[in-house]
Every structure is written in structure tokens, then in C-alpha cells.
């Protein structure tokens, strides 16, 4: 039984480094959003326009699309980014099983790093022995040292 217990903490650890991975990469990423603030900044002050000969036509949708789009892709990626690092945390401490399991299951849509993260995290999350890791872990009190 010790080898098995053994088994999945290193399995966990391994997977909460991969989160730790995905969070550096999800957080990178989300800083695409910033290009598009910058489009649309100079598209509304009309660099965009007179640096390209000119206008076709009204620029004032382009000027809000692109920094909407800029925005929710911050957002967006920040809050992802967060919960990724949290199932990160959480992976360490066999704490909120469902969660990792929800985050994960997110994460199997994002080819081909997250899924293989995502599909590796749902298949040590389901074995019975790591469900019981962390049951264990959640019945114990917070914030005792043994």
C-alpha cells in the first residue's frame, strides 16, 4: 500500500508542475491582449489610417473592436491563468479534488500541452487510492504541523 501512496504523491507533484508550466504559458499568452489594446489605440487616434494611405470607410468600429477583444482576452487570461495556478496549489496540498478535476477537464481543450496535462491529471484524479489522499487531507485540521 506504501508504494501506491507513494506512486501518486509523485504523480501529483509531477502534475502540479505541469499546471505550474501551463500557468507561465496561459499567462504569456493572455499578454496577446495587449496587441490588440495597441491596434486599437492607433487605429482610434488615426496613426493606423495615415500610416496606410488613407481611409475606406468609418474606423470607429475597428477602434472598439480591437480593444474590446484586447480586454477580454486579459481578462479572459488572467482568471484562467489564476485558476491554473490554484490547482497548482491545491495539487500540492490534496486539497479541492473537484475543482482540479473541473480546471483540468478545461484544460483538455487547449491542444497539445493542456490536453495531455488535462488528461493526465484526470486519469491520477480518478484512482481511488488519490481520492482517498485527499480525503484524508481534508479530514485533517488546517494549519497543524505533525
Known sequence: MGDVVDADREHLRLLKIGFYILTVL???GSLAGLIFLAVGGAVASGVWV????????DPTVIAW???LVGLGLLVGGGVFTFLTW???QCLAE???RTFCMVIAALWCLHMPLGTIVGVLALIVLSRPSVQALFAGAAASPAGTFD
Open 26 to 28: 496561459c499567462g504569456l
Open 50 to 57: 495615415s500610416a496606410h494611405g488613407g481611409s475606406n470607410g
Open 86 to 88: 490554484r490547482v497548482a
Open 65 to 67: 473592436l480591437f480593444p
Open 94 to 96: 490534496y486539497r479541492s
